[in-house]
């Protein structure tokens, strides 16, 4: 599991660099009840979560006129340990964009340029 980076991505969360990003204040729904959770941002700066491991993912890119590109990227997903306070069920839950290389280049470029919503 490449963690390299991890603790400087905390520290960076918990003073607030990710605050701002739209997909990581969505809100997950539990599986069971379906009542609103916290922030994955709140998960993340609270260290609830676990690192996955590293996979490699096809990109699709727009090519030239109607043909597309594809590229390998890896990617290292990170898991959101979840439990709701209504009725008690855990569950580990993700989103697609939430990978150890999505937080290292937000933090590294300071604003997000380009947001998934």
Do not use: H, W
């Amino acid at each position: 599991m490449p963690q390299e980076g991890l603790e400087d991505i905390l520290g960076q969360a918990r003073k607030g660099a990710l605050d701002r990003n739209p997909r990581l204040n969505r809100r997950p729904n539990c599986k069971k009840c379906g009542r609103e959770a916290g922030r994955f941002i709140e998960y993340l700066k609270a260290g609830e979560f676990e690192i996955g491991s590293e996979e490699r993912i096809a990109v699709v890119e727009p090519g030239y006129y109607s043909e597309l590109m594809y590229r390998e990227e890896k990617v290292t997903p990170i898991y959101i340990k979840m439990k709701c306070i209504a009725c008690g069920c855990e569950d580990k839950i993700t989103d697609p964009v939430l990978t150890l290389e999505y937080l290292r280049g937000i933090i590294k470029c300071g604003e997000p340029r380009v947001t998934y919503v």
